[in-house]
Structure formats: structure tokens, C-alpha cells
């Protein structure tokens, strides 16, 4: 009986650890990564107007060593908590795969160990980025796509050199060149009607 109870003990903790079997959790990576941007700490930036300058690399004082299991990197942008407060949508999770921090990628690129330079890219923000507050961060990954590093624009608890984006709302600049092509094609489909019509009119006297 208690070796039938230990077995169906055993079971349970087994089931109950499956979920987290295999998840990343943002406390157990290395900030091993030096990550810069262009926007001074309270620039305000337009969607659809504004550049960002992001340059990302491995840390200098570290060794190529460090970054030997690196293959990817991906730079996102990330809600500062100030833009998460009552916003489940956005709430920071330590297990990076339910984390809903960095939800916008700005680019993904192949890392090679044995080069130390960095790498940088201008990035237009894009028009659907949400209004809030920002900062950015790198993740480095593995060969099994796993987060092993990362590294931010700001420090441990999000407070320094953060970065304001204002989203474009209204008509796309294309809406607005379809709507008129369409109404021009309206209008001359009109006239086509009547100038018809007027010499099925003028046939039938």
C-alpha cells in the first residue's frame, strides 16, 4: 500500500513538472551581451518616421570563448514597466516562452563566435508599434533555438535610458492613393454609363 502510494506520488510531480520541462527562465541567462541604441533616455519617436540606430555585440571584456555556443541573435523592442502596469497583455514573466515583455522583433541575425565586432542596423519604427514606453534588448541563441544570453539598453530594473514611441493613427498614405484612384474610376465609369446610354437613346429615335 505506501509503495502504491509512492508510485502515484511520483506520478503527480512528474505531470505537475512536465510543463516546465525545457523552459527557459529569464533569471538562469548571463548578460553577456553590450547593447547600445540612437535614442537619448526620454526621446520621444514617431511610428512610421523615426530611425533607431542599434549596434549589439558580445562584451568586450569577455572572451570569443563566451559566445562559442552562440548562433543567433535577435534585438527586440520591450515595454518599460511603466508601460505594463495594469496590462496583462504585456506583463513580464520570468519563463521568456509566457513573457510578453519583447514583443516586437527588430531583427534576427546569424552570430559568429569568432568575430568580436559588432553589429549594428537602422531600424524605422514601424507604424503599428503601440504608444508606450521602450528599451531594447538582444537574446543570443543556441543551436537548439534556446535563449542562452542576453544583454538591454538599460539596467537591471528598467529605469535608465529609456525611450518614448508616439504611434501614427489615422489612413495609411496607400489607403488614401486607392481611395482616390477608386473614386476616379467611379466617376469615369459614370460618365462611360451615360455617354452609352445617350447613343442607345439617340439609335432608338
Known sequence: MAARRLLLASLVLSCSLLPCYGAVLFSS?????AVTASPTSGQV????VDKITVTWGLNQTLT???????KTIKV????APTSQVDR????TVDSIKKDRTCQHE???RPYNSANKTSQSLEWTVERDVPTATYFIRAYAYNADESEVAYGQTTDAYKTTS???VESITGRHMTMDICSICFSVFSVVSLLVFFYI???KSKRSQ
Open 29 to 33: 541567462l548571463q548578460r553577456t551581451l
Open 45 to 48: 519617436l514617431k511610428g512610421g
Open 64 to 70: 570569443a570563448e563566451t559566445g562559442s555556443t552562440y
Open 76 to 79: 527586440k523592442l520591450c515595454y
Open 88 to 91: 496583462a497583455w504585456r506583463k
Open 106 to 108: 527588430i531583427v534576427a
Open 162 to 164: 529609456l525611450f518614448q
Open 197 to 199: 446610354e445617350k447613343r
